[in-house]
Structures are given as C-alpha cells and as structure tokens.
C-alpha cells in the first residue's frame, strides 16, 4: 500500500492472538515489619524445641534462648526479662497462669506445672505493646501451648539411664575431697535416674475430634544420711 501526502488512506489493521504468559512471585522472607500487631514477640515452634539442647526435659528452660531473657547466677529461676522485676512476668499454660503466685514478686521465673518438652507444641514471648487481652496481666507475658492429636498418628518414645559408673570422679573429689585416713579420692558421687517416657497423638473422628496423650516418669532415688537427734 502506498500512503500519499494529504490523501485519506484505508488502512485494515489485522489483530492476532498472543500467547498466554504469567508471572509466578514466591517470596519466603518474613516482613521486616509486622503490621498486624504492635506487640514485640519471638516463637519456638515444635522443630525448634527438639533441637534446642536443655538441662532435662523441662520446656521451660527454652525462655532463657528467648530475646531479652538474662541471668546473673546462670539459672533461669534468678533471670528477668528486660530488666524489668520478676513481678512484672506472665506465665501461662494454654491460657492459665502456672507460676507460684505467692512468692510471685520475687520469684516470677519459677512454675508450679513444669511443661514438658514433648508436650508443648511453641512457645511465644512478649515483652512490648501487649494487646488488649493481656494488658493488665503482666508487661513480659510467656506463653506455652500443649500440643493436640491431627489426622496422622504421630508419637515418640525414649528412656534416660543414669548410673554413677558410667562417669569419671569429679574434679573436687580427686584433688581436694581426699580421705584422710586412706590418702585416696573420695569415692564418686552415687547417681542413680531413670526416666522413661513417650507420647503419642491422632484422630478419633477424622476433621472433628483428635485425641493427645503424654507421660513421663523420673525415678532419681538418693541416700539419706542418719542424723543423730539434738
């Protein structure tokens, strides 16, 4: 076609079908800021808790990984949170308080109901801009969770085993701790514990109703000195 200079021209302008494309985005980086809830918290869900090394099996030693969490003596029993008073921590137990709320303004870091490690299912800390349903409660709120049966049955099972000969003497035994009689160390410490345990979880009616069942058992038994009555 051959368009002239102040001539009107007829031009057919003939659309095709392109092909369909489509843009697929997976972002998996938590938001740098959170915008639905103004408290500062941090989780330990159920993988964190299996992997994170605790003296026995008490969950309620993972708060001392927690942010803001110090301790003088290395016990969590004497730690604080933000430096605030121990009257000022929160803790809960699917919504329940669990700590000795008579000695709570000095010895807040301390539970009456231990939570197991195989029966918590996270752990939550808060310790900013609590929301409406734990203002009054506490300025540092420490939440457990108890984990429930789902549709797969789901379990485990372990045995702890203790015993003194399977340990050297101690360091105060072998070179101050010396009889004087003999001139030999004393004799190591007597240990003696066994705890077995195990969990397990599933559905009795599957998407309505699931069962979870846990138990734990310590047997840590300890000789007794005679004292002569005064």
């Known amino acids: 076609m051959i368009a002239n200079v102040a001539q009107v021209a007829n031009v057919k302008a003939v659309l095709t079908l392109g092909a369909l494309e489509e843009t697929v985005i997976v972002s998996g980086a ?12 941090a989780t330990l869900g159920t993988k964190q808790i299996a992997s994170l090394p605790v003296v026995g099996r008490g969950a309620f030693e993972l708060v001392g990984y927690m942010p803001g969490v110090a301790t003088t003596t290395g016990s969590l029993r004497d730690g604080t949170v933000n430096g605030l008073p121990q009257s000022a921590v929160n803790i809960t137990l699917d919504g329940m308080n669990i700590q000795d709320n008579y000695a709570k303004s000095w010895d807040g870091m301390f539970t009456r109901v231990s939570p197991r490690l195989d029966a918590v299912e996270e752990v939550t800390i808060s310790t900013a801009a609590q929301g409406a349903d734990m203002g009054s409660q506490g300025a540092a709120q420490v939440r457990f ?48 514990q066994d705890q077995p345990g195990g969990r397990i979880g ?21 000789p007794t000195p005679p004292t002569a009555p005064s």
């Open 202 to 222: 599933g559905p009795i009616w599957k998407d309505k109703a699931f069962f979870f069942f846990n138990y734990e058992w310590v047997s840590s038994p300890a």
């Open 30 to 41: 938590t938001e740098i800021i959170q915008t639905q809830a103004t408290s500062v918290a």
């Open 145 to 192: 969770v108890t984990r429930s049966g789902t549709n797969k049955f789901q379990g485990s099972a372990y045995f702890y085993y203790r015993r003194d000969w399977m340990n050297t003497n101690t360091w105060f035994n072998l070179y101050r701790n010396v009889d004087a009689v003999t001139g030999k160390p004393t004799d190591k410490p007597r240990l003696f």
